[in-house]
C-alpha cells in the first residue's frame, strides 16, 4: 500500500520497482535505487499504519468483547449460523432465540419441501424434457443435447 500505491503521508509516490519473486533469487529488501533516508521513511509509515490498525482491531474486541463471547457461544452450540442467527447472536440473543429462530425456519422448509415430494408429472413437451443441473439426461435426451 505504501510502496507499491504510494497510499500513505509520504505521497503519491510508488517506491517498489522491484519485479519478481523472493523465492526466484531477488532481494527481500526494497530496491536500493532509493536512498536510504526514503526507504527509512517508508519503514516507518509502515510501522505506524500497522501500530494504528493494531490498535484499532485491539480496541473493537475489547469493546464488542460481549457481543463476540456471544456469537462464540452460538458457535459452539449449533457449530454454523446463518446471516439472520449471527446477526441475533451480535444482537445479544439468548441461545434459546437463535434455537427458536432456527426451529422455525426448519419447519417453514419442511412445510414448503412436503408439496414438492410428489412425483414429478411426465415433460409435455421437448423443452421441459431437457433436466435440471445436476440429474443426468435419458441416452436419448443426451444425444438431442449435444
Known sequence: ???????????????????????????????????????SEADSEIRRILNEQHDLAKKTVQERREQLENLAQALLEFESLGNVETLMALDMKTLEDIRVHREAKAAQATSTNADTDAPLKPAESEEAAVPLGGEMPEPATRDRLS
Open 1 to 39: 500500500m505504501v510502496c507499491e500505491w504510494g497510499m500513505s503521508g509520504l505521497g503519491p509516490i510508488a517506491l517498489n520497482n522491484q519485479q519478481g519473486s523472493v523465492f526466484l533469487g531477488r532481494e527481500m529488501g526494497r530496491a536500493s535505487e532509493y536512498s536510504q533516508k526514503t526507504q
